[in-house]
C-alpha cells in the first residue's frame, strides 16, 4: 500500500470526521429511512425513501474513502529549527511582482483546502516551497507565466485544537 504523509491537524480533522460520519451520520440516515418506510404504503415509489437510500450510499462511500486514507497515512512531524520549509509548517510568502503576502500551511494531499490557507506539499506551490529557507525566492510555474515569492517566515503550525 502506498502512503500518503499526513499531519497530526490533519489527522485529527479526518479522524473527527470520521467518527462523526460514523456515529451522527448513521443515525440520522437510519431515523430518515424508519420514518420513510413507516410512512409509505409502497417503499418502491417512495421519494423519501429513495432520497435517504441514495443518501446513505454517499454517506458510506465517504467512510470507506476516509477509512482508506487513514489506513494509507503516514504521520510526519515537521523538523524543529533546521530552519527549511517542510510539511507542517506554516510560511509566510510575498508575491515578487504584486508585493501581495500570502500565509500558507503545508500539509499532506488528503488535507489540501485553499480557502482555509492549507496546500499541499504535492501542488506546484507546495513542491516549489519544500526544502527553502527564509530570503530564498521560490519559483513557480503557472499557465500565465513564472510566480515569484520570496519566503519571509518559516515556522511551525500550530497544533489541533481539542474539539
Known sequence: MQTTVITQNGLARLSKELERLRTDGRR???????????????????????????????????IALLENRLRSAELVEPCLGNGLVDVGERVRLRDLESGERVEIELVGPFESDASAGRVSVASP????????RRGEIAEVD????????EILAVEVAAKARAA
Open 125 to 132: 506551490v507546495g513542491r516549489a516551497v519544500v526544502g527553502r
Open 28 to 62: 440520522g440516515i437510519a431515523e430518515r429511512l424508519a420514518h420513510a418506510t413507516s410512512t409509505a404504503a409502497n417503499v418502491a415509489e417512495n421519494a423519501d425513501y429513495a432520497d435517504a437510500r441514495e443518501e446513505q450510499a454517499f454517506l458510506e462511500h465517504r
Open 142 to 149: 503557472a499557465p500565465l507565466g513564472t510566480l515569484r515569492f
